[in-house]
């Protein structure tokens, strides 16, 4: 959409108008996973209908729940939303979460329909079943009477066509090759029509609105700016970017920041000087020549180093008062420990394994992933504890870590918690997950989520026109750990699942033991053989195949049944003299299972850690040794007893 809408404002002004591809979604793993991770920046330069030459600043923002930080930090910049939404699927849960933030900060929508020319999508947009759903999800979002009077457009990204009439949607979404002349221009024009015009905090009185449109009018007013990203570049310095609220920036003005909690002490700020002025061209930053007034989403270079994402930066001659007030976070559901890698492999294949660097590393990522906190771990000095929104948002990072050279172990995940004040009860987080499957794999879903996993059905829909259904449960976060490959496995990956969180609720108890797997642990050290996983395989799933490396205590399969069972996955067939008439069999083995770090994340047990390299990812068990494994269990067993007994 977004490429779209790019190439529709460079043909506006004669500029280069080649096709682009997915450029919002560049980055390495938003290619791979076909999902978008980080909020960006695009600016549009726009010749209307008018003749006039309008600058349009386009925020991308994720949908996942696991991004919200990604979210949270970026409203703050826009003064309307597109909230785009598939003709025929109708609004996902992903929608909600953001969707919610808009709202709630009075941000004024645009509908947009997106994949109108979908088969499906036909029937959906003549009976305005789609759009009613979308009413109805701002109702229930508690939206007001002028964010529910939204104006709907169709389109078709595709195919590269936008239009405000239905039924003109309806004969371009038929015809094979959409309108004759694709035009993404209607869209702009009803957002120019539609979205307010940037809002901006004047400290002086503006005698002419037309100066005030140029933004000169700005020019002696006090310089205020969100940081919504902060950088480093090591020719220009400390990077932020923003939107600026008041007044005007040039290069070589003197700035300061006020942090963005105004009752934190704020101590004393070494100004910096702003050494460059950058906007956003796509998703390449290109140099601003000249000044930045109000209403401007700009990259500043040269600010001060300790900057954070919610500061307000502002001129140190004449400063604004309070911060500029942003959004609060939403707070994390679940931590894990990062510690370097300790197993028999380590230093093998990554260059970043002291705990120093992860530690180094893992704040470092919190400049801009506002919703992560690091802390020293109370139980290990070598470990740091990482508290985040979701194992995708972990998963996420790990990805990128092990990217960068890092060798890190993981160790299970924990559930947040927190006593009631009131009632003196633990309180767990709950979640509203929804799971959109083809019908014949609805009970298989109902089977998986409200067994063991402690979920409750809410709703189910079924839609005729593509066999598919839709399933909303409440479950507890703790639950999902795990859901999402469980249940790719059980209905054959046609099922998208999503989910976002509630709030907290009374603790429900232990989950069922039916969500515990056995494994198979290797008990030697050396290289996997054929002929040992050919008898392994009979047990289980296998992990591994030929020619991997193991190591004792590593899990290198699930045992078909309950509890761990050791293996000697690198035992060779003994050679004799013997000689036989019959020829060895060809050894088959059935493909292994390769799970990724989230899959992981949510498939391992409290006494396994997850191992992370450049080149692998294994799971193993905490203590490789089998003996003390066991001594370790019978303690744990007693003390359990014990506390039972009081």
């Known amino acids: 959409m977004v490429d779209k809408l790019l190439v529709a404002a460079r043909q506006s002004s004669g500029s280069d108008s080649s096709a682009l591809n997915r450029l919002m979604d560049s980055g390495e793993l938003e290619i791979e996973r076909g999902i ?44 309307g939303v597109a909230l785009v939404v598939d ?23 645009i509908v947009v329909l997106n994949k109108c020319d979908r088969a499906d ?65 209607d869209l702009l024009d009803c957002i120019l029509e539609h979205i307010p015009e940037p809002f901006v905090r004047s400290y002086v009185d503006i005698e002419n609105p037309e100066e005030a449109k140029e933004g000169t009018a700005f020019a002696d007013d006090k310089f205020s700016l969100a940081a919504v990203t902060v950088g480093y570049d090591q020719y220009l310095g400390r990077t932020c970017t923003g939107r600026i609220f008041s007044g005007s920036v040039s290069i070589t003005d003197e700035v300061t920041f006020i942090k963005r909690d105004k009752e934190a002490p704020q101590g004393s700020v070494m100004p910096g000087t702003v050494a460059g002025i950058f906007v956003f061209e796509g998703i390449s930053r290109t140099p601003y020549e000249g000044t930045a007034y109000a209403g401007d989403i700009v990259t500043l270079a040269g600010v001060p180093d300790s900057i954070a994402v919610g500061d307000t930066l502002t001129g140190r001659k004449n400063p604004v008062d309070q911060p500029i007030e942003t959004p609060p976070l939403v707070p994390p559901t679940l931590s894990m420990e990062f510690g370097s890698n300790n197993g028999p492999l380590a230093g093998l294949e990554g260059t970043n394994i002291a705990s120093s660097k992860i530690r180094d590393r893992l704040f470092a990522e919190t400049d801009n992933n506002v919703t992560l906190t690091i802390e020293k771990s109370a139980a290990d000095s070598e470990k740091t504890t990482v508290f985040a929104r979701g194992e995708l948002q972990l998963g996420i990072l790990v990805e990128q870590m092990r990217r960068e050279g890092f060798e890190i172990i993981i160790s299970p995940p924990r559930i947040l918690t927190k006593i009631c004040p009131d009632t003196g009860k633990e309180l767990e987080p709950f979640e509203e997950v929804t799971v959109d499957v083809d019908s014949e794999y609805s009970g298989a879903v109902v089977s998986a989520l409200t067994g063991d996993r402690k979920g409750v059905l809410l709703e189910m829909s079924e839609s005729s026109g593509d066999g598919k259904s839709r399933l909303v449960f409440e479950a507890p976060s703790r639950s999902l750990l795990g859901f999402n490959s469980e249940i790719a496995t059980a209905t054959k990956g046609s099922a998208v699942v999503t989910h976002i969180y509630i709030e907290d609720r009374e603790h429900a108890g232990n989950l069922g033991t039916g969500l515990a797997k056995g494994k198979l642990v290797s008990n030697d050290n050396g290289k996997a053989s054929a002929y040992a996983l050919s008898s392994i395989a009979a047990r289980g ?44 069999e060809t050894i088959r083995l059935p493909p292994p299972k390769r799970r990724n770090v989230e899959e992981l994340i949510g498939y391992m047990s409290s006494d396994e850690i997850i191992e992370v390299t450049p080149k692998s990812v294994r799971l193993r068990k905490e203590i490789l040794d089998s003996s003390a494994r066991e001594r370790a269990a019978r303690s744990k067993n007693k003390a359990m007893k014990a506390l039972k007994g009081k």
């Open 121 to 185: 999508a036909a029937t959906k947009i003549e009976s305005g079943e789609t759009e009613s759903k979308v009413q109805s999800l701002f109702d229930a979002l508690g939206a007001n009477e002028e964010q529910m009077d939204f104006v709907t457009v169709y389109a078709s990204a595709r195919e590269g066509w936008v239009t405000t009439d239905p039924f003109e949607a309806l004969e371009w979404g038929e015809a094979s090759g959409g309108t004759n002349e694709p035009n993404m221009s």
């Open 541 to 584: 799933e296998l992990f591994i195949e030929p020619g991997d490396a193991v190591y004792n205590g590593m899990v290198i399969g699930e045992n078909a049944k309950m509890g761990d069972m050791e293996v000697n996955p690198i035992r060779a067939k003994e050679k004799t003299n013997m000689r036989t008439q019959a020829k060895d």
């Open 87 to 109: 003709a025929a699927e109708g609004p996902m849960t992903q929608t909600k979460y953001v969707l919610s933030r808009a709202l709630a900060l009075g941000l004024k929508p």
């Open 36 to 79: 978008t991770i980080t909020s960006k920046v695009t600016r549009l330069d726009y010749h209307a209908t008018s003749g006039q030459q309008i600058t349009i600043n386009c925020v991308d923002t994720p949908g996942h729940a696991d991004f919200c930080g990604e979210v949270d930090r970026i409203l703050s910049m826009v003064d």
